[in-house]
């Protein structure tokens, strides 16, 4: 009995449908929504999607060496990149949220009287208040650089720490020194450990994140699942896939806007 | 302290709910960590006794070299199993990355200096009280690492117990080369790592508590099954 309990879980699990492997943002697994579509492109599909959760820098160095059929990315001058190597045919947008800073409840360096992203950024390095950056060369990170650039700051010293972490972590890091972060809006919602901290600005433009889909080309690697990953583009793209971005809610609050076109 | 107590309370209703996710990862971590067991033990035991019945010019080195590589941190191992099993790397055909034997063979490459170090050290002092009675016996040097083993079994499942707990909590390596997928290769220690993300402390606590438990459980056990053997040594 035990012998035989052991013997079967020594096996391999046979593979019932045919699988995707699709690498994703820590921040698009962190808002919970992943868990609302996986199983429903399941039966509608019968595509086992399976995710890797990696940043978006690392997502892309998965693509490009054929160990994943497809990334959900949010970086577009490196998606760009990324097809003018040749990795992928296309990048299709799917759906946007926007980046928020998060910070201690006082709010310190007074980020919520700032008019822009970039005013807030100024004030946070002014006053040298404690902030967090994710350093990982992801989406977010990304973004969080592209501010910094647009207010001529190079941020270094004490209070700015890059944690070299996905999303969630950042966020714990910076929830424990009571420092700024900017994270996608989905994570900061659904994350379990807000601690003394809340949005203290939101709302530029300059904090729009398109999350854009990117299927491998199987031209270099012949072990890509092409089909698999256009059918599951196909209904990333659909109604289907409308209804349940737009109708995910975290605390009552939409987090995701559905905006691909077919 | 709420949230110690949280996690506790998570891992009871975890445990009494017979939760199906938490039964499947703790399957898969047991899998996992047992198959890779099971290979180490069958290089780095008789690797050990080897080394403490033979002599030859580079021993020394071997053994440095051996005691060394239980350090090797298990990102790096990670890192580089995964470049081999990369579709870009040396075995990228096989399309092994991103599954459980991947996972297996990280863990092999982690765990196994390990194994064999302990094993060896143990059966060296063994050696040295069995040498004169094996050598005036004429024993072959086939029956004299299968002797040291036999009479050191309890050391030897020391050495087996030390690698299951280093690849049993190991996170770092099968993260990279597993992927952490749900379904096909999450097990405990990278759901911990996942809900700890997410600032589930909680369930990432209640997770932890049922790893140390599986571990305290496979420990007991084995200790118990040696003893149900005739009579030994000790």
């Known amino acids: 009995m035990l012998l035989r309990a052991i013997l079967l879980c020594l096996l391999p699990v046979p593979a019932l449908a045919e699988t995707v492997k699709l690498a994703v943002t820590t921040s698009f697994r962190n808002s919970g929504l992943a868990d609302v579509l996986l199983p429903r492109i399941a039966s509608d599909t019968g595509l086992d999607v399976q995710m890797i959760v990696v940043g978006t820098g690392q997502a892309l160095r998965l693509g490009a060496a054929g160990d994943v059929d497809a990334v959900l990315v949010h970086a577009r001058a490196a998606e760009e990149a990324f097809i003018a190597a040749g990795h992928a045919p296309h990048r299709r947008p799917i759906m946007y949220n926007d980046f928020v800073v998060v910070g201690p409840l006082d709010d310190p360096a007074g980020t919520a009287g700032a008019a822009t992203a970039v005013e807030a950024f100024t004030r946070i390095a002014e006053s040298r208040a404690a902030f967090v950056s994710r350093g990982d060369d992801s989406g977010t990170h990304t973004a969080e650089r592209a501010i910094w650039r647009d207010a001529g700051l190079h941020p270094e010293g004490a209070w700015y720490r890059p944690v070299g972490a996905g999303m969630g972590a950042a966020l714990n890091t910076a929830v424990g020194l009571e420092a700024y972060v900017l994270s996608d809006r989905a994570s900061w919602s659904n994350f379990g450990n807000k601690g003394a901290m809340r949005i203290t600005f939101q709302g530029d433009p300059a904090l729009f994140n398109q999350y854009a889909y990117l299927p491998i080309s199987g031209d270099k690697h012949d072990a890509v699942a092409v089909d698999g990953a256009a059918r599951l583009e196909d209904w990333l793209t659909s109604n289907a896939a409308r209804a349940l971005i737009d109708g995910y809610r975290v605390v009552g609050e939409q987090v995701f806007t559905f905006n691909a076109t077919r | 302290m709420n949230d110690l107590l949280a996690g506790l309370s998570e891992a009871l209703r975890l445990i009494v709910t017979l939760d199906a996710d938490l039964i499947e990862i703790t399957l898969r971590s047991l899998q996992v960590t047992l198959t890779a067991l099971v290979i180490a033990c069958a ?192």
């Open chain 2, 43 to 234: 290089i780095g035991l008789p690797l050990g006794g080897w080394l403490a019945v033979r002599r030859f010019r580079m021993r020394r080195a071997v053994i440095a070299t051996m005691n060394a590589l239980i350090g090797l941190p298990p990102v790096v191992v990670g890192l580089i199993v995964y470049l081999m099993f990369s579709r870009s790397g040396p075995f990228g055909v096989l399309g092994l990355l991103f599954t459980p034997t991947a996972m297996i063979v990280a863990q092999v490459i982690i765990i196994t200096p390990l194994v064999a170090s302990i094993a060896h050290q143990a059966m060296r002092d063994l050696w040295s009280e069995y040498h004169d009675l094996l050598i005036s016996m004429n024993a072959s040097r086939r029956q004299r690492i299968v002797t040291l083993m036999l009479d050191g079994r309890r050391a030897l499942l020391t050495a087996a117990l030390a690698g299951f707990g280093r690849a049993i909590g190991e996170v770092g390596a099968i993260m990279i080369v597993g992927g952490n997928i749900d379904g096909a290769t999450r097990v405990l220690t990278t759901a911990i790592a996942l809900e700890t993300g997410r600032g589930n402390f909680a369930l990432a606590l209640g997770l932890g508590l049922i790893l140390i438990a599986l571990a305290l459980i496979v420990s007991l056990a084995s200790h118990w099954a040696l003893r149900t053997e005739r009579r030994g040594r000790w």
